[in-house]
């Protein structure tokens, strides 16, 4: 634009950002073709006091702010301007991007991270709750009785091994419990056998039959743990919501690339925007891997597919 605020020049790439046809923004104030009404003013402000003193706050600084299309319809924009000068006259050239992609993909990270941060408190709470509910319970039982069984030694020999047999009973529950509570959290078989291991033990605990496919090398701790807890709510969520017959669970790595499929052959109907926050919460644990999940459940009674694409390093 000119140091009036009257438009000079208009690429194509413009017309196409801001919906105008060729020619059609030239000639008109700037202010009228993309600034949104509400901004106008400080627009106009802002370039008279430029013009003024030449205090300058946008020039040659790269900002973020709201532009408007020829429909009326807002967008979140990302504005350079820079100053030429002519012979009849200051120019101004402004270079925009349009960043509405990056915004909703921002806004879907600080959300992700807000899911992953809530279920972090929620597993805490739950860890929390069962060993209160469980084994802590558990042991207290276990303490109580065998001071009574102290206090009987001599008096009642009977009554003491009674209750020394009751404290047995109730330690093992409470052992039995924290093995259980552990495994939860991170199975044992995993961290000493690897996630092969770990997988087939887990897909013989399911409900329902699961054929196991993994090809996979040697992979960092972190990564195998992530892929296990996947695999694990997915095959939970099938044996919950399905009403499947079988399950495949398939893993190979290909072109630095693993790729983790856990399928089924029952209702179908499954995706992100179903409701729910199962598949949400599939997806960030791989979005957290920098990697991405597709969900395959077309129509009722097809099935539904996970297939997890995760980036290796070299």
């Not at 921002?106 to 959300?111: K, P």
């Amino acid at each position: 634009m000119d140091g009036h605020g009257v438009v000079t020049y208009f690429n194509p790439s413009a017309e196409q950002t801001f919906g105008y046809g060729p020619g059609e923004a030239i000639g008109r104030q700037l202010v009228d073709v993309i600034v949104p009404p509400a901004l106008r003013d400080a627009h106009r402000r802002g370039l008279a006091r430029y013009l003024a003193t030449g205090e300058a706050k946008i020039l040659d600084r790269r900002i973020e702010l709201v532009a408007m299309r020829a429909d009326g319809s807002e967008f979140p924009g990302e504005l350079t301007v820079t100053r030429v000068d002519l012979a009849d006259g200051p120019t101004f050239v402004g270079f925009v991007r349009d960043i509405t992609e990056r915004m909703r993909t921002e806004y879907e990270l600080r959300a992700a991270r807000r899911r992953v941060i809530e279920a972090a408190d929620a597993a805490r709470g739950r860890v929390t709750r069962d060993i209160h509910d469980g084994a802590q319970q558990q042991f207290v039982n276990t303490l109580v009785n065998l001071q009574l069984a102290q206090q009987k030694l001599s008096a009642n020999p009977e009554r003491a091994q009674e209750l020394l047999e009751i404290a047995v009973s109730e330690a093992r529950a409470g052992i039995e419990n924290l093995r259980e509570l552990a495994a939860g959290i991170h199975p044992a078989i995993l961290s000493d056998r690897g996630l092969a291991a770990a997988l087939v033990s887990l897909v013989e605990r399911m409900p329902l039959p699961v054929v196991l496919d993994v090809v996979v090398p040697k992979l960092s701790p972190a990564l195998e743990a992530s892929i296990y807890f996947f695999c694990s709510e997915a095959l939970t969520n099938v044996a919950k919501h399905a009403a499947a017959s079988t399950a495949w669970v398939n893993l190979v790595v290909r072109d630095r690339q693993l790729t983790v499929e856990v399928r089924d052959d029952g209702i179908g109907g499954a995706g992100l925007g179903s409701g729910g926050s199962g598949l949400v919460g599939l997806h960030d644990r791989i979005a957290a891997l920098d990697g991405h999940l597709d969900v395959s459940s077309a129509q009722r009674g097809s099935g539904t597919a996970l297939t997890a694409h995760i980036p290796l390093p070299a």
